[in-house]
């Protein structure tokens, strides 16, 4: 199937999934899997705008007044705003209210807080640049329960300047990008990931051997986004962006067992700019936005090989220091950039298999996009209903595939699952399964045939699951 044909294909798709789920609506809260957009002019107004994951990608702008400089972050069905430096406060917002602010408390005058890593509902972290001591505190009440002192981690300057922060098996990992202030906050090498334990609060010591706390030493400076956790492996991967203006920095792999630095997933040399973010791959694809200052200032988002930190292809490069944040919603399988450029700024949605712009222009807000968090990671019909979630994940393998396709589900009990597969006109092709089954995993197939047993064409097709008020959708590319 030659490129054009395939991509008017998923967008087709994707628009005739996109009527299931309204953005908002009375009572209705958000869609089950949307975009946060944290829009700022850098000045004086932040704002946030929720659009849809699926097309027409309908934004709801704004639902919330926020600080010039803040990033958000999801845990148990709230946004969590990072209010940064002289807004220096976390603000809760409730989806189910319309993104009603239903707290907001300070994490200390001043202070910068940088991320939240959640424990549970009512324990979490909160990182602050502007300090040597980091913040536990009862994200339900705002109070502040305990603290932890990095300045064991710290350059000379007496604060080890934290920012990104990931939890695994118990430990918190807190990068520590240790700048000199007085010199033009260039990074002092080495830069670490500071290790605590949650069970006590404790500052690890990972290397005995040598005087004083050390933490995981990295082998590129600056930590500077958020640390990414694989979940599959449990590996945590770390942007280094180093040095401003030298290609001294990269994607390092930590494993949160051996508390060790592994390896360079990709180099600053090998993406050809200064890293800014990354996302994690899709089918062995990832990208990532970097930056370069010669022959003129430009940030723009690239494609590289996992596997090899190669290079691939520039996916957008609008020209100006643009782009600013990227992200991928896997289960439809598209990248979303926040593109910040004067004449034009708003989200721009691509195909993350091989960068098909799939909108033809940015969707736009009421002020420029500077940090997105995508919510979910499924192509959601319906919303299970109420506090009974019928069924949990679905998952389809090979997807594409070219003869036939597994799918798998989770029933958390006992009930009656219909599961078909329809044409990107809604048409029913077949129906897979209408009939009970036990609690566990429900595993079906699909043969790439219709009802009358005939083999079908390459296509983009949709199997839909329901289970009792609950629906699921999952697109599925056969291509023979």
Known sequence: MDRTKRHRLLLIAVLATATLV???????GPPCD???????DYYVSGRVAVAGVMPPWSVDDPVATIHSDADARYYNGLVYVINHLYGDNIQVLDPSQDFATILQFSVGPGSNPQDIAFVSESRAYVSRNESAILYEVDPTTGAITDSVDLSALADADGLPEMSGMALRGGLLFVAVQRLDRDYYWTPVPPSYLAVIDTATNELMDIDLVSPGVQ???LPATNPYRDILVDEDTGLLYVACSGSWG?????????DPVTLEAVRFVSTEAQLGGDLYDFTLPVSGRAHAVVSTSSPSWEQFCVAFDWSTGEKLSNVWKPGGYSVMDVEVHEGSGQLFLADRTYASPGIRIFDVSDGYQLTTGPIMASLPPHDLLVVGDEITAVAPDGDHAAFHRLSAYPNPCNDSCALALQLPGPDRVRAAVYDVMGRLVCVLADRSFPAGEVLLAWNGRDERGDTVASAVYFVRMRVGASELERKIVLLR
Do not use: F, T
């Not at 949307?34 to 700022?40: E, F, I, P």
């Open 246 to 254: 030298s290609l001294d920095g990269g994607i390092v792999e930590v």
């Open 215 to 217: 933490g995981i030493e």
């Open 34 to 40: 949307y975009v946060v957009s944290v829009n700022s």
């Open 22 to 28: 309204p953005l908002s609506g009375e009572g209705a």
